[in-house]
């Protein structure tokens, strides 16, 4: 089982930047296709990026686009996600989670071995 967790989370103002990082606890993860996902109170958990296990696929939430990298370093078993230009709705418990495939509009039930998230709030 792949274990990830999440980190680089914090408090940020608006049209701050925050680097998360998805690390994974074995070497494996170059196997993998990770996504990231984020959940605001009340709401449903939705899908933010996801990027193939080479790092030569990725996707994007349309709210996120041009302000979001998803990247990676297989070498160092972690997964990137570069926030800019964030916005208070932004604001969420962000999580990553691994999957066989990246592609757009893959169901979030195609995803495994969820971190715990790392809490993101962009606020003034």
């Known amino acids: 089982q792949l274990q990830l967790v999440e980190s680089g989370g914090g408090l940020v103002q608006p049209g701050g930047s925050l680097r998360l990082s998805c690390a994974a606890s074995?070497?494996?993860?170059?196997?993998?296709?990770i996504g990231w996902f984020r959940q605001a109170p009340g709401k449903e958990r939705e899908g933010v990026s996801c990027?193939?296990?080479?790092?030569?696929?990725?996707n994007y939430a349309d709210s996120v686009k041009g302000r979001f990298t998803i990247s990676r370093d297989n070498a160092k078993n972690t997964v990137y996600l570069q926030m800019n230009s964030l916005k208070p709705e932004d604001t969420g418990l962000y999580l990553c989670a691994a999957a066989a495939w990246c592609y757009p509009g893959i169901p979030r039930s195609d995803f495994g071995d969820w971190g715990q998230g790392t809490q993101v709030t962009v606020s003034s």
């Open positions: 990027i193939s296990n080479s790092g030569g696929s990725t």
């Open positions: 074995r070497n494996t993860l170059k196997y993998y296709a």
